[in-house]
């Protein structure tokens, strides 16, 4: 029977090394040693992983999959045999790379970390914020904090939360314009909108009287690509927003953006997740960070 998890732990240490000199005095083997075994790695999956030179290993694509994978594997296998070795029980350890749009992790994640990393002092906590989605497999992200409907079915997902959608300005911008009293009246206003395609084009809002939802056009000379950046121009005084609350709740309690047309808010909800690749039997770590943001969202 072929040791394949050792196969694995080579591989994957040459291609976090990028070379097989260094991954052999880590590991004890000759440089050739180590060079056999990706050989012999490549030959039974039938594909090359690495392309080889003078000066450094440079993963293929498909070595960049497997060495996600494998890194994964890995880790679980090490979580499992801590769990059987201390009795059933495991402390999260190990490098944790978590994604996330810039509000969520300004507003939650940045604020939690130090509790997080007091309760798991052996994690090691790799946080990105950006409002681009990631490929969690090419880019080793172990953790993605996603809003809205889910497009990516072959990811695992644990729902956190939920926030209803709101339309908001500053106090200056409403001083200045004006307070609109119906959704109708937002055609004289400065609207700003997402720059990328959504499900609708415009607004939608539910009349009180009758409960009809009715989408209604609007528009203004600014567009962004995430609803932080939308905040920050709200908060600035350049138009009226509309995005999940979850960006803008602490501003709404200082007093620094104020909820607008909130008798026709259509309290149409952002679900927002945790997403990971893998399966049901996660590492230990990627547990432990899903079920602190779960406990305390």
Not at 252 to 260: C, D, E, K, S, W
């Amino acid at each position: 029977m072929d040791n394949r998890a050792g196969e694995m732990e080579v591989f994957v240490l040459a291609a976090e090394l990028k070379s097989f000199s260094a991954a052999g005095r880590r590991l004890k083997l000759s440089p050739s040693a180590v060079s056999k075994l990706v050989t012999r790695l490549e030959d039974r999956l039938g594909t090359r992983l690495v392309v080889r030179s003078t000066r450094m290993l440079q993963l293929t694509p498909e070595g960049e999959t497997y060495l996600a994978r494998a890194s994964r594997i890995l880790a679980e296998i090490a979580d499992t045999e801590e769990i059987v070795s201390g009795g059933g029980r495991a402390l999260p350890r190990g490098p944790l790379s978590v994604n996330a749009s810039v509000g969520f992790g300004e507003h939650y994640i940045l604020p939690m970390t130090r509790e997080f990393l007091t309760l798991f002092p052996d994690v090691q906590l790799d946080v990105t914020l950006t409002d681009d989605t990631v490929d969690l497999i090419r880019e080793r992200v172990d953790i993605a904090i996603r809003h809205g409907p889910l497009r990516d079915s072959s990811l695992m997902a644990r729902k956190l939360g939920q926030s209803r959608q709101v339309v908001m300005a500053s106090p200056d911008y409403i001083a200045e314009r004006g307070l609109p009293k119906t959704p109708a009246d937002l055609g004289r206003h400065n609207c700003i909108n997402f720059n990328f395609r959504r499900s609708m084009e415009g607004w939608p809002f539910r009349d009180p009287k009758t409960g009809k939802i009715e989408v209604y056009p609007v528009s203004g000379n600014l567009k962004a690509s995430s609803g932080s950046i939308i905040r920050q121009f709200c908060l600035d005084g350049l138009g009226i927003g509309r995005v999940g609350r979850f960006h803008v709740e602490p501003d709404i309690q200082a007093g620094n953006l104020v909820p607008i047309l909130e008798d026709y808010n259509p309290e149409d909800i952002e679900e927002i997740h945790a997403v990971y690749a893998g399966h049901e039997h996660l590492a230990v770590r990627i547990r432990a960070f899903i079920d602190f943001l779960a406990e305390r969202l």
